[in-house]
């Protein structure tokens, strides 16, 4: 059972804010402060510090933090073990859009088949989204192509995916030795702050010193599948992995932009709490994805 003291320093962790923190306890602030006091004294270091008038955790205290979450989260995967009354296989996890909408119709299919009885539960969501059930404990591993803490997150590859621009059939290059630059002019279509999609072009871009912004139109868009109908239709360019297009591109009703300037990979990572107790099993369930 998780420490009441460490509950307290999680709470603060989420708000930086004794007094919030306070109010979510329904404790007072002086019993939050001694709380925190307690840990300190006991770990012999300072968890948090103050930036001007905003609290910050130290090294320890992010160290702790992380340590804290996985057990949390140990904790309520053994509650839900525990409260079973089969032998039943139950499987909580999630991904990320893409990961979800291209790739786990296929892996979750020939799971089922090879494990009829299991129990699974995926919920489809963007990186940060997912990163936040798994700090909660709402599930117990992800799928994702977004980047992600590794100080927080134990990892395993599932592959590395090529991340390129898309137009519709009838979009035309009128210039040679195509450059990012040369887009501005377009509307870009784009996924939610949040999403992995978007993160890895806005990472990409500041390497260049450029930004998302430098497009004339940006339309956002939570949806994979609207994105590839609206690209389809002319309303504009967006940036995917090829993986989630390569479907249009052979039938043709999506084209390839060859840039000079844009040759990008990036890892698809199955992911869960750094230091779990579980991740033997984890580890397990995800060769059977494999399969």
Request: charged share 30%; hydrophobic share 35%; aromatic share 10%.
């Amino acid at each position: 059972m998780l420490d009441f003291r460490m509950e307290t320093f999680l709470t603060v962790c989420q708000f930086m804010n004794f007094t919030r923190a306070s109010e979510k306890l329904n404790i007072t602030q002086p019993a939050v402060s001694q709380h925190i006091h307690f840990l300190e004294k006991h770990y012999n270091t300072k968890l948090f510090r103050y930036e001007g008038k905003k609290l910050r955790l130290t090294g320890a205290g992010e160290i702790l933090r992380n340590a804290s979450l996985t057990m949390m989260h140990d904790e309520m995967s053994m509650q839900s073990e525990m409260k079973k009354t089969e032998e039943t296989e139950e499987i909580r996890f999630g991904a990320t859009r893409t990961v979800g909408d291209v790739l786990m119709g296929r892996i979750l299919e020939k799971y089922v088949r090879r494990y009829p009885d299991a129990r699974i539960q995926m919920i489809v969501e963007n990186t940060q989204e997912l990163l936040s059930c798994l700090d909660e404990g709402r599930i117990d591993f992800a799928l994702v192509e977004g980047f992600f803490q590794k100080s927080g997150y134990d990892h395993q590859k599932y592959s590395d995916e090529e991340y390129i621009a898309v137009a519709g059939p009838e979009y035309i290059v009128r210039e040679k030795g195509l450059r990012i630059e040369n887009l501005f002019q377009e509307r870009l279509l784009l996924r939610e702050p949040g999403s992995g999609t978007r993160e890895v072009l806005e990472r990409c871009l500041d390497a260049q010193n450029l930004s998302v912004r430098d497009f004339d139109r940006i339309m956002e868009v939570g949806s994979l599948q609207t994105i590839k109908e609206l690209t389809k239709a002319g309303c504009g360019i967006t940036f995917l992995y090829e993986t989630a297009v390569k479907k249009e591109l052979r039938e043709g009703s999506l084209k390839r932009i060859q840039l000079e300037d844009f040759q990008v990979s990036h890892e698809f990572n199955f992911i869960w709490r750094k230091g779990s107790i579980y991740a033997d099993r984890y580890k397990a369930i995800f060769r059977r994805f494999l399969e």
